[in-house]
T-cell receptor, first 113, second 115 residues
Framework: DAGITQSPRYKITETGRQVTLMCHQTWSHSYMFWYRQDLGHGLRLIYYSAAADITDKGEVPDGYVVSRSKTENFPLTLESATRSQTSVYFC????????????FGSGTRLTVV | AQTVTQSQPEMSVQEAETVTLSCTYDTSESNYYLFWYKQPPSRQMILVIRQEAYKQQNATENRFSVNFQKAAKSFSLKISDSQLGDTAMYFCAFMMIGNNNDMRFGAGTRLTVKP
């Protein structure tokens, strides 16, 4: 199916473990984003990418790593998970103008125990 | 940095009635976009309506309309003839025009439509 897909939908991991959240889009959108959603904070930007091999930090990047070797994929890695990273993570994409907002994936609920 | 404020954490409305969700934002820029997103229990983020700041006319999408007051930096969402399927979290979002600008979100308003 065309669109933007995230996997897994749910993930439980232990403190200190490395975990990678996957994001794949089929529109060839230039921009891709990772947000985290926490109660009382709305969505906050972790990292974004303007094109393959171009990434930049957002509002809350600490503890996260991203890469974008191909236009369609934008994985997010938690190098050593902490309980404060328990959250719902959304991937989004947009064309270069961003005039029509972002298209979001269905989110990954990550629990760090 | 631009900030977006939604002052109503929760609201409720009777089915078929009208409800207005508030949003204010802070920016010194003149060109930007504003959005309302809906997040039902399925967790999917759905674009409801968008407004371009340089357009004075308020955007409308079927039962959804906005009241955009640029000078007051206010962007409220009106839902007419509320339906049970409108029950969701609603997020207001702001984005400056330009390639290196991201979207900033408010904390959200949880709307419950009661039968």
């Amino acid at each position: 199916d065309a669109g933007i897909t995230q996997s897994p939908r749910y993930k439980i991991t232990e403190t200190g473990r490395q975990v990678t959240l996957m994001c794949h889009q089929t529109w060839s959108h230039s921009y891709m984003f990772w947000y985290r959603q926490d109660l009382g904070h709305g969505l906050r930007l972790i990292y974004y990418s303007a094109a393959a091999d171009i990434t930049d930090k957002g509002e809350v990047p600490d503890g996260y790593v991203v890469s974008r070797s191909k236009t369609e994929n934008f994985p997010l890695t938690l190098e050593s998970a902490t309980r404060s990273q328990t959250s719902v993570y959304f991937c989004a994409s947009s064309d270069i103008r961003k005039a029509y907002g972002y298209t979001f994936g269905s989110g990954t609920r990550l629990t760090v125990v | 940095a631009q900030t977006v404020t939604q002052s109503q954490p929760e609201m409720s409305v009777q089915e078929a009635e009208t409800v207005t969700l508030s949003c204010t934002y802070d920016t010194s820029e003149s060109n930007y976009y504003l959005f309302w997103y809906k997040q039902p229990p399925s967790r999917q983020m759905i674009l409801v309506i968008r407004q371009e700041a340089y357009k004075q006319q308020n955007a409308t999408e079927n039962r959804f309309s906005v009241n955009f007051q640029k000078a007051a930096k206010s962007f409220s969402l009106k839902i007419s003839d509320s339906q049970l399927g409108d029950t969701a979290m609603y997020f207001c979002a702001f984005m400056m025009i330009g390639n290196n600008n991201d979207m900033r979100f408010g904390a959200g308003t949880r709307l419950t439509v009661k039968p």
